[in-house]
């Protein structure tokens, strides 16, 4: 049974850092690409970025290119998103999700499983 744990959510100032874990078990981690999305209170599900299976390569949306960073250590099946210079419009529920594509997807669709989320909020 895939399961995913995100923590390390919480409350942070506009222009600080947070940095997110996904725990990830009951798969072969390195086998899988690996995405962040968030979904902010009356909007749709929004793609962050994802990172494939060996690490070698990310891709990230434009809203949150050159602040936002996701890495993986594929050792203790661990998945994280680094949150520099954060922003109001960054506050959200944040999810991981594992996706049988090889080289990386922004669909939603092609995500099969999911964690509960971990809150991130910007204060101004």
């Known amino acids: 049974q895939v399961q995913l744990a995100e923590s390390g959510g919480g409350l942070v100032q506009v222009g600080g850092s947070l940095r997110l874990s996904c725990a990830a078990s009951g798969l072969t981690f390195n086998r899988y690409t690996m995405g962040w999305f968030r979904q902010a209170p009356g909007k749709m599900r929004e793609f962050v970025g994802y990172i494939v299976w060996s690490g070698g390569s990310t891709y990230y949306a434009d809203s949150v290119k050159g602040r936002f960073t996701i890495s993986r250590d594929n050792d203790k099946n661990t998945l994280y998103l680094q949150m520099n210079s954060v922003r109001p419009e960054d506050t959200a529920v944040y999810y991981c999700?594992?996706?049988?594509?090889?080289?990386?997807?922004?669909?939603?669709?092609?995500?099969?499983?999911w964690g509960q989320g971990t809150q991130v909020t910007i204060s101004s």
């Open positions: 999700a594992v996706s049988r594509s090889l080289w990386g997807t922004a669909a939603s669709a092609e995500y099969d499983y």
